[in-house]
Structures are given as C-alpha cells and as structure tokens.
C-alpha cells in the first residue's frame, strides 16, 4: 500500500508517549537488576546505590512523561488517538477530562503505575537499610504495570495495551475504507469530536475517588514489597517495623477510596443505594479487610514476636488480591455482572500471567528451602506451559492447589513455633481472633464474587465429570450450580451477601468493644468485666429501645420471612455497633484521659462502629415510599416496573406518597459541558399542609442524554438530619427526551407506538389519557362485511373514562374469514381523550382478546415513573466515615511519632 500523508494527524504525541513507556519498562527491568547487586553486595553506599537511584528516578520521569503526555492529548482533542476520541470530547470540563484520563483500562493502570512511582521516591529518602530490596520489588511490580501500556504484537500474542495508538491503527479499523483518506479527521464527522466521557462518570466524585483508591491499591505494595524484602534478606522479623505504619496509611488511603465509591454509586447510580455487593466493590473490598488483618498482627507480632507466618500470609495475600481484583475488572470476566467492570481489551492472558508470577515469587520466598522452591518451581514451569498451549483454568488451579500445599508445608518446617500458646484472656488471642474472622469474611465475599472465575474451573472436563457423577448417585439438589457450572449467589445479591456479612460485622464489633481492655499476656477476666459491666448495660438498654422502634414495634410478625431474617440479625448488630461505640469511649476516658493524640485506635474503632451502624440501619429500615397510587399500572408500561415500588406521576397531577402528597410539576432541559440533561420536578408537600399549599422541597432525578453511550437515569436526594429522601428516574416515555418534539410539530392524525393489553370481560385497560373497561364482546350484527356465512365479526364494547372522570362508550371490531383465514378489524377512537383501540386477535381457549391502544402524539401525557426511598440514619454512616479516617490518621501519626523517638526494639534475633 503506497504511503499516505495523513492532514491534522500529530504522531509526535504518540511518539513520545511510547517512547516514554518504553523508558519506564527498561528503567524498572534495569532497577530490579541494579537493586538485585546492590542488596547482594551489601552495596549501600557505593556505586549500585547511585546506579538504582539514577535509575530509578529516570523511571518517574518517564512515568510522570506518559502521564503528562496523555493528559495534554486529552486537552488538545487529539482525536486521531484511539483513547483521546473513546474517552472525551471538546466541552468536558477540565475535572471531567482528568476523569476522562483514567476512565479506561490503560488510563487505571497509568494511575497505578503513577501511584507507585510517587511511593516509591519516599521510601528511597526514609528507607535506610531497607531501601534496596524494597525499591527492588515495587520496580518488578512497575515492570508489570509498564508492559500492560507497551501495546506490543509479538506474532499474534499482543502484550499490553498503549493509550498512544493511532485510531486509523487500532486492529479491527485496519484497511477500512476511511483508514486511507488523507484528511478523515477533517471530512469524517465521528472524528471531529470525541465520544465523551461515560454519563454515570460525569460526576466530581470520579475526580478524587480513582486516584485515592489506586493509591491505596499502591499503598498495599509497599508492605508486600517489605515482607518480600524481609523473606529475601532473611531479616524476617526487623521488616514489620517500618512496614507497619504504611500498611496503616494503606488501610486509611484504600478505605477512603472505598467509601468515595460507595458515595459516588449513592449520587449516580439509580440502583437505590451505596452500597449493592456489586463484584467490582465486592474485588477492592477484599484486600482492605486483609490489610486491616495484617496491620493488626503487626501488631500482635509488635508486642509478642508471635504470629510470624500469619502476618507474611496476609500481608502478601493483600497485594495478591489487589492484582486478582484487577484480573476480574479488566479482564472482562465481570463485564455481564457489574456497572464498574470493562469489557475485554486483550489484557486477559496479561494478568493472569501477572498473577501467576507473583503468586509463585511469594511462595517460593516463603518457602525458606531450596528443595520446596526448586518442586514448587517445577511445577510452576508445567503450568505455565500448560497455560502457553490454552489450557488455561487447568494451568491455574494446578499452580493454586499446589501453592497451598506448599505454603501449609512451609509454615510447619520454615517458620519458628510459638514457644507457648497466647492466654486465653491475652490481648494478642482476641486480636488475631480478630484477623482470623475478617480473613473468613473476606473469604466468603471472595468466593462468591469469583463465580464466574470459579464456573470456568468447573468446566474443567475432570471436575465436571466427577462432579457429575456424584450429582447421578445422590440428586443432591445443592449440586445443580457445580455441575452445570453456573455457580451463582441467590438473586436477591444484598440479601445473601447481608445474611452472612452481618455476624461476622456483630463478632468484630463485639471484638472491638472489649479486646482494648484485655492487656497483653494476661488479664483478669473478672476486672475486665467491671470495666466493662456500664458500657455494657447502657449500649444494652439503648439497643433494646432502638431495637423496639426501629424493627420490633414496627410490625415485625407482618414482615416477608427474609424482612424478619434480616431486622432480627440487623437488631444483633444495632447492639454490637453501639456496645463497640460505648466500650472504646469509655477506654478512652479511663487510659488516655480523654486526649485525642493519644486514642487514635479508639477513634478509628468508634468511627468504624458508627460507620456500621449507620449501614444498617439505613438499608434494613429503606423504606420506599413511592407505592403506586395513580390507578395506572405501570407494569403495563415497563417490565421492570412494580406498583409497590414506582409511582406513575402525569404532569399536574398530585397523588399521596408516604408522609407527602407529591406533583409532577415540571420537566427542564439543562445543558452542562455540552450534555443535555432533562430534569423532572417532583414537588414535596406534606400532607396536613397541602391545603396550605406549603411546598416543604423539590427533588429533580434526571436523565443524562448520550446517543453514543446511551442515556443514564441519576437519583437526587433531600439530604436531612436523621433521614435522606433519595428519588430516581424508572421511566418516562421517549418524547420526554425529545427536544425537537412538540404539540405543534407532531401530527394530529399521528398515533404513538401501540402497546397490548391482553384481557377478558370486566378487565381494565390503563392507558395514556384514561382508564378503560371491557365491558362486553358480542356478535356483530348483519351488516356488509357479515354478509358473507364464512365471515364471523366479534364486537368489544368498552367504557373509557378520561381525566375529567367524564365517560365515554367505545367499540371495536373483529372480522375473520373461516375459508381463507383473513381478517380485518374496525378501530375505535375516542377523539377527547385522543385514544385508539384495535381489537387484533381472539383467545378461544381463555376467553381472552388481544387489543392494542394507542394515543395521539399531540395529546399525548407528559408523565414520569419514579422510585423514591428514605434511608434513616445514614448521615450515621458518612460521619462514621470521617470519625474512623480521622482516628486513622491520629494513629499514624503517633506510631511515626514512637518510631521517632523510640530506642531500637528488641526483637528475636534474625536467621538467614
């Protein structure tokens, strides 16, 4: 093909961008050598040290370079690149072009990789002895994280995916037909702008909340990288010191980017809620509960030298989990189960590529023998070419299955043995009961959220057959999902997940309210329990009262069996959360005398309760209020629709809500960054003051209208003390969203879409502009169209009554030819009310009729379906949030504090 010099294209950028990323792959290949020798060598001041360090800093300049590149494409509508015109266009706002710079697969791992960069000049400055080996490993993650942007083909395996690709390049748009018009970003219009920024990301919160949660996923890497240093160097006791501050500020950056989503989905997504398992969620909440684990048995190893192997354990699986959890959202094995996952981009084989080297790097540094390493190894190498020849699941579940035989060897032959078992009544035994329950509860959140991983196991012909033929012998009905592998939570996702979440939420509670009191080593149980004897009956007798309001008192024998099952585990945990809040303020005033530097621990934990139960509350107490109360089934006009849930509100109209008497009072058009928004007012009244005609507020759910992506329902919400009143979009009709359309434009003989009712005598059909009723079906009397015996007329009487409750009598007519099976039908239309009826088809066999209705576009309704929800109690949970963050922070600071201050500890001496 002869060359062609393409108009407006400016490769330059692209060139830099890769150039950059090439840089930042080869820099962080030549720093894990450099620090390899200069750990080797015991090097720590000669010349490995200025070698790593120059290497490493021309690493974050290459990094800072593709960040900067790619955002500056973004800023100057580089269209001819494949990420700058998939993810933004001309009139986003400078917050929204930042979301726009991680919305996509590459951009989210650039932001990692970033994180890691910065991290990383910081243990370079504060890292003393550690500072070789840890810089090491966090540059073999960095060597990962580069290669996922190099967007190499080598043959057909393609490694990574650039943000620096031509779109003219991109695979599936070589060699169509535009791809060789010199100027098609000028004589194309698709080119001249981009597609824009996901609707449900045009929100501020998409600004802060995937930098802070991909810098807790960075944050998780530096306790990796030190338990791997630790492994390596054989100093397997000394790494936990400086390791444990930063797995506390990763348990501080990560949970604030967790809740940062939960509001975000609060704000934007019309699922109802904060928080709905969704596996995406479910993937970065899994490594926060392990982190929290392993910066607790620091803890414990702190003060006892005890719990060696478990902290290795959970502080490395921390990081696996963070590198499993991306595996499911970009590989594109949750893209059918969740909002947030991406679809497949290639990256597939990528990361479980990544995973699996991780995954044996760990293991076999935790082995501590080169026996166990060399076998482990073995075996590694078979899976990985089991996994080169397509056997994908296989290759993994050999590695997995082998790994925890390995591991469970290791920790019996590699790791010293406590020398006597914790006391009973020791702080340290409830701590780690502590972890060990938060490893469990992760674990369940874990396995279910890795179905679809775990059904393509499943598959495995061995593991089906077996499966199969245990199913045959036993009909045990549990089996149905393994052996036709579609394992599954229950539909009901937030209630499964609730049922098993909210004991294991009452044991950590509960831990949390009396392990501060329980001393080291020891403690007499009898002076625990005074101490804790007021705390304890007052969180008791407030429970019992709240309890009595909130669930008991409230008709709770009248409630659905899985309403009961969950308002009697929510009235457990009510008074865990409260005892855990009484217990740690009262720890707080005996120890610390009520000075906040001091109690950060029982700030975060009085945070984290109240956080608790400010969640439960609001979701077992949700109380939808928008029961529909208009006479028109608003089944009839969507399928998803439910009269229990979604009101049907026609402009004007005022209808009973709850507490309220609400109206549909206006629909606007807004424009914002160039995106039309069509907003529905709904006015609040209260009910004993609606003749006043005092308005109390407004909520305005809106519709975000994309073409391109499609338009995206957001909810709007009255935010008061002690309730949010939280309302969104179920469905309008199409007209509603077009602005071109009008009563003066549409045609007066023009009918909208005919929607069916299916109905016998005495049934009602709801429709646009009133409520009809079948009265009756008889013959058709003698008349032209009957004249012939072969022709059979079947006449359906009706009684429509319009919005003025005036009546009016409507028929229509069904003809059919016995001999050649035509037939012909006589509307019926009512000119008031604009309504067409077409009686199609006869149901002998049910005594039913078929009739479609239908009304005239300029009389059409204007009408929305909305669901409106109030959430109790939920500002307990956002100033929970902030309690816990702060608390944190307090903690930090001071364990640096300590650190700084403090005598070298003694700790057991290390082997090799």
């Known amino acids: 093909m002869e060359n062609i010099e393409y108009i407006g294209e400016q490769p330059l950028w692209g060139q830099i961008g890769h150039l950059s990323v090439l840089i930042a792959f080869v820099t962080a290949l030549f720093g894990v050598v450099a620090s390899y020798l200069r750990t080797k060598s015991d090097d720590l001041d000669g010349k490995w040290k200025n070698t790593s360090r120059l290497l490493y800093g021309a690493h974050v300049i290459a990094v800072i370079s593709i960040f900067m590149t790619l955002l500056?494409?973004?800023?100057?509508?580089?269209?001819?690149?494949?990420?700058?015109?998939?993810?933004?266009?001309?009139?986003?706002?400078?917050?929204?072009?930042?979301?726009?710079?991680?919305?996509?697969?590459?951009?989210?791992?650039?932001?990692?990789?970033?994180?890691?960069?910065?991290?990383?000049?910081?243990i370079i400055r504060r890292g003393g002895e550690?500072?070789?080996?840890?810089?090491?490993?966090?540059?073999?993650?960095?060597?990962?994280?580069?290669?996922?942007?190099?967007?190499?083909?080598?043959?057909?395996?393609?490694?990574?995916?650039?943000?620096?690709?031509?779109?003219?390049?991109?695979?599936?748009?070589?060699?169509?037909?535009?791809?060789?018009?010199?100027?098609?970003?000028?004589?194309?219009p698709m080119f001249q702008d981009g597609r824009g920024l996901n609707p449900l990301l045009q929100n501020y919160w998409m600004t802060i909340h995937p930098p802070t949660l991909f810098c807790g996923f960075a944050l998780v890497t530096i306790?990796?990288?030190?338990?791997?240093?630790?492994?390596?160097?054989?100093?397997?006791?000394?790494?936990?010191?400086?390791?444990?501050?930063?797995?506390?500020?990763?348990?501080?950056?990560?949970?604030?980017?967790?809740?940062?989503?939960?509001?975000?989905?609060?704000?934007?997504?019309?699922?109802?809620?904060?928080?709905?398992?969704?596996?995406?969620?479910?993937?970065?909440?899994?490594?926060?509960?392990?982190?929290?684990?392993?910066?607790?048995?620091?803890?414990?190893?702190?003060?006892k030298g005890q719990s060696l192997f478990t902290t290795f354990l959970l502080t490395i699986g921390s990081f696996l989990l963070i590198v499993y959890s991306t595996f499911l959202t970009k590989s594109g094995i949750l893209s059918e189960t969740s909002v947030h996952a991406f679809t497949e981009d290639g990256l597939n084989e990528e990361l479980t590529a990544y995973m699996g080297f991780f995954l044996w790097l760990s293991v076999v540094l935790m082995t501590r023998n080169k026996i166990s390493a060399i076998i482990y190894t073995a075996v590694s190498v078979f899976s990985l070419v089991l996994f080169l020849n397509g056997s994908h699941a296989v290759s993994m579940l050999i590695l997995l299955i082998f790994s925890i035989g390995t591991l469970i060897v290791a920790q019996r032959r590699s790791f010293p043995r406590m020398d006597k078992e914790e006391e009973l009544w020791s702080r340290e035994f409830w701590m780690f009961i502590g972890a060990l329950v938060l490893v469990v509860a992760a674990f369940q959140i874990a396995f279910w959220t890795s179905a679809p991983v775990i059904n393509k196991f499943l598959a495995i012909d061995g593991i089906h057959n077996t499966l199969q033929s245990i199913y045959d012998s036993t009909q045990w009905s549990w089996m149905e999902g393994l052996v036709n592998?579609?394992?599954?939570?229950?539909?009901?996702?937030?209630?499964?997940?609730?049922?098993?979440?909210i004991p294991f939420a009452v044991l950590i509670c509960l831990l949390i309210a009396v392990t501060q009191f329980l001393k080291y080593k020891n403690s007499n149980i009898k002076e625990v329990m005074k101490q804790l004897r007021w705390p304890f009956l007052i969180s008791l007798g407030i429970s019992i009262a709240l309890g009595y309001l909130l669930y008991f008192g409230a008709g709770y024998g009248h409630q659905p069996e899985l309403k009961r099952n969950i308002w009697a585990l929510s009235s457990v945990l009510v008074f865990a959360t409260i005892f855990a809040i009484a217990g740690n303020a009262a720890y707080w005033k005996k120890v610390f005398k009520g000075k906040i530097t001091k109690a950060g621990a029982s700030i975060a934990h009085i945070g984290f309760a109240m956080l608790l139960l400010g969640a439960v509350i609001s979701t077992s107490k949700k109380n939808t209020i928008s029961v529909n109360t208009s006479g028109m089934d608003v089944r009839s006009i969507s399928e998803e629709g439910s009269n229990e849930e979604n009101i049907y509100l026609r402009k004007?109209?005022?209808?009973?809500?709850?507490?309220?008497?609400?109206?549909?009072?206006?629909?606007?058009?807004?424009?914002?960054?160039?995106?039309?928004?069509?907003?529905?007012?709904?006015?609040?009244?209260?009910?004993?003051?609606?003749?006043?005609?005092?308005?109390?507020?407004?909520?305005?759910?809106?519709?975000?209208?994309?073409?391109?992506?499609?338009?995206?329902?957001?909810?709007?919400?009255?935010?008061?003390?002690?309730?949010?009143?939280?309302?969104?979009?179920k469905f309008v009709p199409m007209s509603s969203l077009d602005k071109s359309a009008s009563k003066e434009t549409a045609s007066k003989e023009e009918y909208d879409q005919p929607r069916n009712f299916t109905v016998a005598q005495g049934d009602t059909i709801f429709a646009d502009n009133g409520i009809i009723i079948l009265d009756s079906i008889t013959r058709m009397g003698n008349s032209a169209l009957t004249a012939d015996t072969n022709v059979i007329g079947i006449t359906a009487?009706?009684?429509?009554?319009?919005?003025?409750?005036?009546?009016?009598?409507?028929?229509?007519?069904?003809?059919?030819?016995?001999?050649?099976?035509?037939?012909?039908?006589?509307?019926?239309?009512?000119?008031?009310s604009g309504t067409k009826l077409i009686f199609w088809k006869v149901n002998p066999q049910n005594g039913k009729i078929d009739v479609y209705a239908s009304t005239k576009k300029d009389m059409k309704p204007d009408y929305v379906v909305i669901e409106v929800s109030e959430f109790p109690a939920i500002n307990v949970l956002w100033l929970g949030c902030f309690v816990m963050i702060i608390g944190t922070v307090i903690a930090i600071r001071e364990r640096i504090r300590k650190n700084k201050v403090s005598e070298e500890e003694n700790t057991p001496a290390e082997t090799a």
């Open 72 to 122: 500056l494409m973004l800023i100057n509508h580089r269209f001819e690149y494949q990420y700058v015109w998939q993810h933004s266009k001309r009139d986003l706002n400078m917050n929204y072009i930042l979301a726009a710079l991680w919305e996509g697969q590459e951009g989210s791992t650039l932001l990692w990789l970033f994180w890691h960069a910065i991290l990383g000049l910081f």
């Open 130 to 188: 550690w500072e070789a080996p840890v810089i090491g490993f966090v540059s073999l993650v960095q060597v990962f994280l580069s290669l996922m942007l190099i967007g190499w083909y080598i043959g057909e395996t393609h490694i990574g995916s650039s943000p620096f690709t031509l779109i003219r390049l991109r695979e599936e748009n070589i060699g169509l037909p535009w791809t060789n018009i010199p100027d098609y970003l000028q004589k194309i």
């Open 223 to 303: 306790p990796f990288a030190y338990a791997l240093a630790g492994l390596w160097t054989g100093k397997i006791y000394s790494w936990q010191k400086p390791a444990l501050v930063w797995a506390f500020i990763g348990v501080v950056v990560l949970g604030t980017g967790i809740l940062m989503g939960g509001a975000w989905a609060y704000e934007s997504l019309s699922f109802g809620g904060f928080w709905a398992w969704d596996p995406v969620e479910n993937a970065s909440l899994v490594p926060w509960m392990l982190l929290v684990g392993a910066a607790h048995v620091m803890l414990i190893y702190k003060i």
């Open 485 to 501: 592998h579609k394992l599954a939570p229950d539909k009901n996702v937030i209630y499964f997940y609730n049922s098993w979440q």
């Open 652 to 729: 004007g109209d005022t209808l009973p809500m709850g507490d309220y008497m609400v109206t549909y009072s206006s629909r606007l058009w807004e424009v914002r960054n160039g995106t039309d928004y069509v907003l529905f007012n709904v006015d609040f009244h209260k009910r004993n003051q609606m003749d006043a005609g005092e308005k109390v507020f407004t909520l305005s759910p809106f519709i975000q209208l994309n073409p391109m992506m499609g338009n995206a329902a957001e909810p709007d919400t009255r935010h008061e003390l002690f309730k949010d009143v939280y309302s969104y979009v």
């Open 797 to 832: 009487h009706f009684t429509i009554t319009d919005r003025t409750m005036s009546q009016r009598y409507m028929t229509a007519s069904y003809v059919a030819n016995k001999v050649t099976g035509s037939t012909s039908q006589i509307e019926a239309i009512d000119e008031k």
